[in-house]
């Protein structure tokens, strides 16, 4: 194969790696092989910077070869640039080297690609010599999204300068998607891939190596960052100081040492991609053969799909209870749909112009160093000032709503122009409004309270607050008098609703802690006030507050005053409503909306896997959760369309399903270190283990894990809160496990016919979900 040219790209450290590829290189050079070869070592390039000449030896080269035995930033952002340039990836890994494969699923990037072992040059040179498809790696044709053309690496800690960020996007007022490592742990290829294909820019946030998750961070962005560059998309790479970037790559970011510093690039930026905009409407899409390549089933991130989740949204009962006023609370698991009904209700119900809606969606980081304050403070005085600082940031962000929706109309309408000043002059007492954008506001605002309190009272935790110090210190505006304006004004609106999401992203993710349920409550309570005093006055004003159900259960459930909340849970148990969902979803692209859901899904899937409905299998693999049932239907249609196939094959179907599996697992593992941080790799204990096993064999794995023996039984209930254990109630009986969803998520229920956990010969089953990742083949029993 003398023809075909082939770059290597592996990291400069250990030795043993360089030493080994070499080696191999200088065999297949030569006869009988004749390979065409060239590494990063033999390249010539004095005078240039020196990714200039990997990128020239990649677009002269049919494919790469790159080693991810140890996860580098180099070999990640060359093979992204190939990925992106249509060049064959092989990806190999030495396995005599103690390779990061537990990183390496965790980043999600390259199994979703697959690699192949090796441990000495021999068998490198047997493998490549092997390799007889050098065709590029096909990836499904996606055209640029015009309704969000910027693509955003987001960080897993939402810094002042991440939050600043996309601060600064939302006030060029063009829309964005994002990768929110908190929300979805690992980034796949494909949907890399696709996401920065459909963007004209791409905006990448490099951390210091001394930040929380700096190396997934950085490794996710330069992999974009590759890709972004292969598919000559604007890019902007932002450097949280100097060190992060090997210097060959320095002239590629843009280097920020405070916050406000990502300003002027945003600026510069923008104007491009308004260019960008106009110039591909005048370009025609490029269309590919085939119903499945054209699909467009939607993001999985509700938040992605903003623009056109109204058109395939599933009105469920919640929605229609939330949209009467009648919840205060929309609870559920992450994936199961919050997020989707916070949009949509706020887009049904600001179609009245005459109503007032506020979406407050706060990131962690303003709420962390709210949290320390009020860390230092006794018991008795956090809740007093909790309730206070959140009614202070309500009633402003009303007051904020009011003057950015009516300031055209107030010097149209003379009956507001009075009381729109006064209430612009009472707004106008403090700094916390000069941002536009509600992140930034509350951080502003946080910074402010906690440099007082600082300046104060230093870091004494005996202080002891009365209200007037409560008031004075978090007050800057005379609040009777605000209040009152407001109420004044609104009598000219029909409602004033709150949609508040994300509270709990201001919680660490090594447990939950008592300030945590102190934040949450004393939100509830300042709420509940403001409401009761808004209808008092005929004003109808409504609040409803979205939270992951583990944190209602474990956190509002237990406050004495639980019952005064009524909430609706997402959580799904209805597969038909799944069906549902991906039906609307179909048709939206064109197909028959009279058409039932197997007519629809048949035209695009095969109707059977292992004798079961192949919808069916799916779904029962999605933890009944939305999310996860689309994610693991655009996987099986990723791969159908990069093999070329006409529908969804069998063979699609289980490589979809090994996709998934490690999809759920690491971020289960997170949901599971967010409740019990001491059993943040439990699911890894379980690798090799049987399916179905007896509560005795489960406890014995259990010991392996530093988990006290007080929580053996807290553990073992966690693991069937998040369905990675069903209960099988006669186990020597083939038959169905029962898990949490089949219980309508009542824990109790599913305790009882657990017997209580108390009978050691008690059935159990590791959901079908997890099986590829834990490498689980059958079903014995242990």
Not at 163 to 191: C, G, N
């Amino acid at each position: 194969m003398p023809d075909n040219q082939i770059f290597f790209a592996y990291p400069s450290f250990p030795e043993q790696i360089e030493n080994t590829i070499e080696e191999a290189i200088s065999i297949l050079v030569e006869p009988p092989y004749n390979l065409n070869i060239k590494s990063w070592k033999q390249l010539d390039i004095p005078g240039r910077l020196f990714v200039e000449g990997i990128i020239e030896k990649v677009d002269n080269s049919n494919c790469i070869a790159a080693d991810i035995t140890y996860l580098n930033f180099n070999v990640t952002f060359e093979i992204g640039y190939a990925i992106a340039r249509s060049k064959r990836v092989f990806l190999i890994l030495n396995e005599a080297l103690n390779p990061e494969k537990k990183e390496i699923s965790q980043l999600g990037i390259f199994d979703t690609l697959g690699y192949q072992n090796y441990v000495n040059s021999s068998q490198l040179v047997k493998y490549i010599d092997s390799v007889d498809d050098y065709s590029s790696n096909p990836f499904p044709e996606y055209s640029v999204d015009k309704s969000a053309p910027i693509y955003i690496l987001d960080t897993l800690h939402k810094t002042d300068a991440s939050v600043r960020i996309k601060s600064k996007v939302k006030k060029s007022r063009i829309p964005f998607r994002s990768y929110d490592p908190a929300e979805q742990p690992r980034l796949s290829t494909l949907e890399a891939y696709r996401n920065t294909k459909q963007s004209i820019a791409v905006i990448i946030n490099l951390l210091s190596h001394r930040a929380t998750d700096s190396r997934f961070n950085n490794l996710r962005g330069a992999f974009l960052a590759g890709l972004a560059y292969g598919l000559e998309k604007e890019v902007l790479i932002l450097q949280e100081g100097d060190e992060p970037v090997p210097l060959d790559y320095r002239d590629f970011v843009s280097v920020y040492k405070h916050p406000q510093d990502v300003d002027k690039y945003i600026n510069d930026l923008a104007p491009k991609i308004t260019e960008g905009i106009i110039a591909i409407s005048t370009i025609k899409d490029k269309m590919i053969e085939g119903l499945l390549a054209n699909l467009n089933l939607g993001a999985t991130a509700a938040e992605n799909e903003m623009s056109t989740l109204g058109n395939y949204y599933v009105p469920i009962d919640e929605f229609h209870d939330a949209l009467n006023g009648n919840i205060r609370l929309a609870v559920g698991r992450k994936g199961s749909g919050k997020t989707a009904l916070f949009f949509q209700l706020r887009d049904n119900i600001r179609e009245d112009k005459f109503n007032i809606v506020l979406d407050l969606k706060p990131e962690g980081h303003q709420l962390k160093r709210f949290k320390d304050v009020l860390n230092i403070l006794g018991e008795a005085v956090k809740e007093h000032v909790a309730s206070a600082f959140w009614e202070y940031v309500l009633l402003l962000e009303i007051c904020h709503k009011i003057l950015q929706k009516d300031r055209p109309l107030h010097t149209r309408d003379h009956t507001l122009f009075e009381p729109y000043r006064r209430l612009e002059s009472i707004y106008a007492k403090d700094e916390f409004i000069e941002e536009a954008d509600f992140s930034e506001r509350m951080l502003i605002l946080v910074t402010r309270i906690t440099e007082e309190f600082k300046d104060l009272y230093g870091s004494d935790a005996s202080v002891y607050l009365s209200t007037g110090k409560v008031n004075e210190l978090i007050y800057k505006h005379d609040i009777p008098e605000l209040r009152n304006e407001l109420l004044e004004y609104l009598k000219g609106k029909r409602s004033v609703w709150i949609l508040f999401d994300n509270i709990d992203k201001g919680w660490p993710t090594r447990g939950l802690e008592y300030t945590d349920t102190v934040i949450l409550r004393a939100l509830l309570d300042s709420t509940r006030k403001l409401e009761q005093f808004f209808r008092k006055h005929d004003m109808p004003f409504f609040t409803i507050i979205f939270l992951r159900n583990d944190v209602y259960e474990l956190l509002v459930d237990e406050t004495p005053d639980r019952g005064k909340e009524a909430k609706a849970t997402m959580d799904w148990t209805d597969p038909d409503h799944l069906k549902e969902l991906l039906r609307l979803r179909l048709v939206f692209n064109g197909l028959d909306p009279k058409a039932a859901f197997q007519d629809t899904w048949h035209q695009i899937c095969v109707s059977h896997i292992e004798g079961m409905d192949s919808a069916d299998y799916l779904i029962e693999r999605s933890l009944m959760r939305p999310r996860n049932f689309l994610t693991l239907v655009n996987h099986c249609k990723s791969n159908a369309v990069n093999l070329q196939h006409q529908r969804i094959t069998t063979d699609d179907i289980h490589k979809a399903c090994a996709m998934y599996s490690a999809d759920i697992g690491n971020e289960i593992g997170l949901e599971i270190r967010d409740v019990l941080p001491e059993a943040e790799d439990i699911l890894y204990y379980f690798i090799g283990a049987p399916a179905i096993l007896k509560l005795g064999k489960l406890r014995e794995y259990l010991k392996e894990l530093p988990v006290s023996p007080e929580n053996e039984n807290r553990m073992i209930e966690i693991l069937l809160w998040f369905g990675f254990l069903g209960i099988r109630i006669n186990i020597e009986i083939n038959g169905d496990a029962t898990y949490i969803y089949d219980v309508y998520y009542d824990m109790k229920k599913l305790k009882r016919l657990a017997q209580d956990l108390e009978n050691d010969d008690l059935g159990l089953a590791i959901h079908r979900a997890f099986w590829p990742f834990l490498g689980i083949e059958n079903a014995t029993l242990s």
